[in-house]
């Protein structure tokens, strides 16, 4: 597959319908994804980010049919990820004195995954390569999400080629934003944000600012993964400064694990008190061992309370929940409320030890954990329910 986007850019990437697990199984891809490459043809020509590794062959073969590779001059590589830059070495096998545009973090990066001395030219921010009509503009990206990230903006077109920032794991052979299923789109990317985007916040925020300071008309926002989005392109734009500052929505979200379900009556109770204070809530629960980890971690993300829940095991918390929490210290969701809960049958570390978890992931703990022994009773179930008014009442 391949389509013009305009007289001269052209997509040359592959769409990874098979995708699932991603950085490892790090990261769920229940729509798979694409590795977006970028074929520009002006005087010179330029050809921005490559794909995966296991697609190299099929990207190379394909890419013979789209141009005479010895006709490329010169190669942009955004990100030095491998799924961006896992067919360079097929390659640059073929061209092996391309030059290859890219910060100085990426070439040290690519040096280290690939071994091989290309033909580098460092760029930074501000630095521009003229290719005929028009010409590319360098933004460096440092930490969106890696320290070598870049942008590269082409003048006369007006196309933001972003990586992986404003991206989806989403595959779609329709490839813009007008075209999809609204909802797909929008989940895929609050959920890549969540998950990827949220430690590096306050870098996007001012990164967005930056860019909008240099008053370059944007007509697509050209990203690595997902779909382009050509209708409004400022709309992603406006989403990803929004969920850059501590975004909430009205809701909050239970998680939870349970040997014998003492745990699971406790959340259900407190969820029903939640929503006895304000019916307008939205009020999720997920059991972390049945939930998937990055969906769960989107709905986190979007939550203005989370309360978190355990059995006691081994004088510990089960480890569903210990992974939840161990990713929400790593990730650092702001602005958010919190609370402990689960239920016990001797010693009940439990609730203390999610607790201390909470704060360790910089969430605000608003009311002392609640813990019920054994399976809890018609008045332990209240006192779950007097728990989540109160929360509802202190958010
Ligand atoms: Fe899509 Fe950071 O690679």
């Known amino acids: 597959m391949k389509f013009k986007m305009t007289d001269k850019v052209t997509w040359v990437g592959k769409i990874d319908w098979e995708l699932r697990r991603f950085h490892g199984d790090e990261y769920s891809t229940h729509r798979g994804s694409s590795y977006n490459s970028y074929l520009i043809r002006d005087k010179k020509n330029v050809l921005i980010d490559t794909v995966w590794e296991p697609f190299a062959k099929e990207y190379i073969e394909n890419l013979k049919k789209e141009i005479n590779l010895n006709e490329i001059d010169y190669i942009v590589a955004n990100h030095a990820e491998i799924d961006h830059s896992g067919a360079l070495p097929l390659l640059m ?16 990066i690519l040096k280290a995954h690939y071994h091989e001395d290309w033909n580098f030219v460092e760029v930074k921010t501000g630095d521009t390569l003229d290719i005929g009509e028009n010409k590319l503009i360098f933004v460096e990206a440092r930490m969106l999400h890696w320290p070598d990230s870049m942008f590269t903006y082409m003048t006369g077109e ?7 920032a404003f991206g989806q794991h989403y595959a779609s052979d329709l490839m813009y934003n007008d075209l999809v299923d609204q909802a797909e789109l929008y989940q895929e990317a609050i959920k ?23 008053n370059l008309p944007v007509n697509m926002i050209a990203t690595s993964h997902g779909i382009i989005w050509r209708d409004n392109p400022a709309q992603i734009i406006e989403k990803y400064l929004e969920w850059a500052k501590g975004y ?47 969906d769960v971690i989107a709905e986190l993300f979007k939550s203005k309370g989370i309360l978190a829940g355990s059995s006691t ?38 609730v203390g030890i999610i607790e201390e978890k909470l704060k ?25 329910r007097a728990f989540g008014r109160t929360f509802a009442e202190k958010l």
């Open 158 to 164: 007006n196309i933001l080629f972003s990586n992986d």
């Open 93 to 108: 096998k073929e061209i092996p004195n391309t030059p290859i545009y890219c910060t100085a973090n990426g070439a040290k």
């Open 248 to 294: 909430q929505e009205h809701q909050v979200t239970l998680v939870y694990d349970t040997m014998w379900n003492g745990t699971r009556r406790m959340a259900e109770a407190i969820a029903e008190g939640i929503k006895e204070v304000d019916g307008t809530l939205t009020v999720k629960l997920f059991n972390a061992a049945h939930s998937d980890k990055n």
């Open 313 to 350: 095991v081994n004088k510990g918390i089960m480890s569903a929940v210990g992974g939840l929490l161990e990713m929400m210290r790593g990730l650092g969701l702001k602005n958010k409320k919190a609370a402990a809960f689960g239920s016990y049958g001797w010693s009940g570390e439990s």
């Open 360 to 384: 360790d992931a910089k969430l605000d703990v608003i009311e002392t954990g609640i813990k019920e022994l054994w399976n809890p009773d018609t008045e332990a179930l209240e006192r779950c």
């Open 192 to 214: 890549y944000y969540a998950n990827i985007l949220t430690p590096f916040s306050a870098l996007v925020t001012k990164k967005i600012e930056e860019v909008l300071g240099f």
